[in-house]
């Protein structure tokens, strides 16, 4: 392990690459359509970071300490070809882990082709079970059946157990916890349930719509008794609960009410080079200026770490009233 630590000890692990900020569906808490709507600049191709340039940025964070990377957006699906990436940074030598956060709404043989590209896991977002929900969390008229389809596809292709991610919303979906729990523990799929977050500036978040972890764990625990297990790493952003039956586990991602920064070891590239030190940053550091200035793999490396020795964040710890008004940035820009 890198001796490359923040202001906090926390060491340099996860690296999460945005190769997109474009995605096909209009997640309310993400990308809201009133913001993101026909009119929206998205980055134009020559700005976003090429291949060459993402696995030179992933060679040098290796170098730093990066064993895990997870290719997110926007949709990463988006982006053409990403299944010659995948295979480009999984031969990348100190790359342990290589994840994939999608919304699973793409052809079921792209599971086969990732796959075989070299990823390794398999994250899929999915808000209910029912279409109305479904449409009323993501804004756009796409027919759950596909999103089951393309996870089980994803364990047939030998991802199980696949991670489901669900944002809760007050008022909108905590009426599909349970039948969301229901159904992955019967298909041995973990789900993870997501407490709603201000990320970005768009999402007109709101505290009162917020429901917490205790929350979630006493509507699931009404009907599926759970206990909690311990974490699988220092720094996993998931509270572990099994089953009591032991018919599986679910997590939990309580940024709000629980908030983990203490062990927060992830740093994140948005899709045209910028290093973010926490998913509610306000600014990052231009890194693609340096690749394309000529910068080698020392000088990156120089820069990177300089940036995170100075880093502070606890945004979650420190979350109040005046901080979710600032201009933070976009999730779809910079990925989960
Ligand atoms: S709020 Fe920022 S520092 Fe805290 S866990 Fe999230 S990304 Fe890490």
Redesign the pocket.
Known sequence: MSTLVDTFARPLHDLRISVTDRCNFRCTYCMPKEVFGKQYQFLPQEQLLSFDEIEQLTRAFVALGVRKVRLTGGEPLMRKDLESLIARLAAVPGVQDIALTTNGSFPLERVHSLKAAGLKRMTVSLDALDDETFKRMNDVDFPVERVLEWIAESARAGFAPVKVNMVVKRGVNEHAILPMARYFRQHGHILRLIEYMDVGHSNGWRMDDVLTARQMVDIIQAELPLEPLEANYRGEVAERYRYADGSGEIGIIA?VSQ???GD?S?ARISADGRLFT???AVGGADLRGLLRRGADNAALQAAIAAVWQKRT?????LRSANTAALPKVEMSYIGG
């Not at 964040?313 to 710890?317: A, F, H, T, V």
């Open positions: 940024s908030p983990f920064c927060c992830r926490c998913l509610f964040d606890r945004y979650s710890e």
